[in-house]
């Protein structure tokens, strides 16, 4: 079955930068996009982007652009999200989420169980 | 960017009740829309695409309905399961989630 496991909390200063990252396994890593979602307490979700290694292409939401870089290892089944410039605005939980099937983007029938971020000083 | 706007943003209900929640997009999205449900605590668990395709193993009460910029959630006979916070999020244009509805016991 289709698992996601992502690394564990952080703690952060402002202007530090946090890297997650997510194993993958259960499919084919390099067929299906792999996207970063975030969500701050109490807000509904937010799209970040979304990384296919297998195609070797990123694309990342405006919103966060010059900010967040996607990478991974396809030989160990793991993408990564790299934050910088971190604000208190960034505290939120991070996931990584897979599309339900390769040729449809957006659909995230997949998750995994989140990163807590805190950004304190 | 493409806004996607919940109403309620919180609902009371009470078991067996029938519960709509209405999201509105800022322009046109076809029927590129999805329905999450989240508990606290929990990654969201997609229940609904394309606006009123259930996913598999999502109970029948659950309905989806819309096209252009307006979409309803319906749950019909409310069961203990179903209290938690719903999001629906267009996928027309990249992606955008709404800001949630909390469906909360009478």
């Known amino acids: 079955q289709v698992q996601l496991v992502q690394s564990g909390a952080e703690v952060k200063t402002p202007g530090a930068s946090v890297k997650i990252s997510c194993k993958a396994s259960?499919?084919?890593?390099?067929?299906?996009?792999l996207h970063w979602v975030r969500q701050a307490p109490g807000q509904g979700p937010e799209w970040m982007g979304w990384i296919n290694l297998g195609k070797g292409r990123t694309e990342y939401s405006q919103n966060f652009q010059g900010r967040v870089t996607f990478s991974g290892d396809t030989s160990a089944s793991t993408a990564y999200m790299e934050l910088t410039s971190l604000t208190s605005e960034d505290t939120a939980v991070y996931y990584c989420a897979r599309d339900k099937v390769y040729w449809e983007l957006y659909q995230f029938a997949y998750w995994g169980q989140g990163t807590l971020v805190t950004v304190s000083s | 960017d493409i806004q996607m706007t919940q109403s309620p943003s919180a609902l009371s209900a009470s078991m067996g009740d029938r519960v709509t929640i209405t999201c509105r997009a800022s322009q046109s999205i076809d029927r590129w829309l999805a329905w999450y449900q989240q508990k606290p605590g929990k990654a969201p668990k997609l229940l609904i695409q394309?606006?009123?395709t259930l996913e598999s193993g999502v109970p029948s009460r659950f309905s989806g309905s819309g096209s252009g910029t307006e979409f309803t959630l319906s749950i019909s006979s409310l069961q203990p399961d179903d209290f938690a916070t719903y999001y629906c999020q267009q996928y027309s244009y990249f992606s955008t989630f709404g800001q949630g509805t909390k469906l909360k016991i009478k």
């Open positions: 394309k606006a009123s």
């Open positions: 259960g499919y084919t890593f390099s067929s299906f996009a």
